[in-house]
């Protein structure tokens, strides 16, 4: 009898347990920090700003009183701070050095990269009319980029370097960090010692409408096509609480994207609008027309810059791009 009772009591308490209300569901994310860096490649993120795109499908997502806070910071170093820090939701920067804070902040912070924001070429351009290759460079030469060695720009060079020499930091020695806006100027006026530029859209497009300049090498050459150049990447904790929030993102950049390929001209008039820039219309919308460039989500080429930074100890091990992407990015495909 004492056993019957004890498995009626074990009966009753799996029913009740079976009938009790389940905890409800913690709700998502009301708050999105983003921090937006300058220039052309941040279009996709402009035109959903501006058109409360993430908004609109974070609310078809069931959360309709999210609230989207746009930063800004320059730099990678500031970005990672804010980030780790907890006051900042979504991070941007170069591919090249996202993968170095994903390697960096592994089993701590634990980074995730959230989406590319596209594909765009960097060219390497110079004012010394002997330079015709990077094999010309010689030590009366200065290279001026955003950030010598761990940059976009730089890692690039050195994957060039790798294939041209067989010596990756063969042209370390000429670099120099300066801002893109400073090493314009410094270079279509000939002072400062800067004699070459690797740089993006619109700066690229400035400097040969000049005549004075010339293009040494385009990386979509370097790294053999098309390649993701910016991302934007959060924590994996952010990304893993909130799915929602981060497919709403997603969804936003790629009605941004869609809009920007079917409306140039408006895209263009929206960024010198929202940014300020004193830079003309058609210059921009020829920018956004360029085939070379790409507004997409779908990452290109990373598995290039991953390969690379791990071959010269720069990342501790290879990773796949599914590996350093959210899962809600694997279904677009990539490379």
């Known amino acids: 009898m004492r056993r019957r009772a004890l498995i009626l009591s074990a009966g009753a308490l799996a029913a009740a347990v079976a009938l009790a209300p389940l905890p409800p569901a913690k709700a998502e994310t009301a708050q999105l920090r983003i921090a937006q860096q300058f220039g052309i490649a941040y279009l996709p993120l402009i035109v959903a700003k501006e058109q409360g795109l993430i908004e609109k499908h974070a609310k078809a997502a069931g959360n309709p009183d999210l609230k989207v806070e746009w930063l800004r910071i320059s730099g990678a170093a ?32 634990d980074i995730t990269l959230i989406a590319a924001l596209g594909s765009m070429p960097n060219v390497l351009t110079t004012n010394n009319p002997k330079v015709k290759t990077i094999a010309d460079f010689t030590e009366a030469d200065r290279i001026a980029l955003p950030s010598v060695k761990v940059g976009f720009q730089p890692i690039v060079l050195q994957i060039a370097a790798d294939k041209q020499f067989g010596q990756y930091d063969k042209l370390d020695a000429l670099t120099v960090s300066m801002p893109h806006p400073d090493a314009t100027s410094a270079l279509l006026s000939g002072t400062g010692g800067i004699t070459a530029h690797f740089t993006s859209p619109p700066f690229v497009q400035q400097q040969l409408a000049s005549g004075k300049v010339t293009a040494v090498l385009n990386s979509y050459d370097v790294l053999g096509g098309p390649h993701t150049f910016n991302v934007v990447y959060g924590t994996k904790k952010f990304a893993t609480e909130n799915p929602k929030t981060i497919d709403a993102f997603v969804a936003a950049l790629d009605e941004a994207n869609a809009w920007i390929k079917a409306n140039p001209a408006a895209a263009a008039k929206l960024y010198i609008a929202a940014e300020n820039s004193k830079l003309s219309p058609e210059l921009v919308e020829g920018i956004i027309r360029d085939p070379q460039i790409n507004f997409t989500t779908q990452p290109e080429r990373v598995d290039v810059f991953t390969e690379f930074e791990a071959k010269i100890g720069l990342i501790k091990s290879k990773p796949g791009w599914k590996e350093l992407f959210q899962p809600g990015l694997h279904g677009k495909g990539g490379s």
């Open 78 to 109: 500031g970005m990672n701070d804010a980030l780790i820090s907890g006051g900042l939701d979504f991070a941007t920067a170069g591919v090249a050095p996202a993968i170095l804070t994903w390697d960096k902040t592994r089993g701590k912070t």
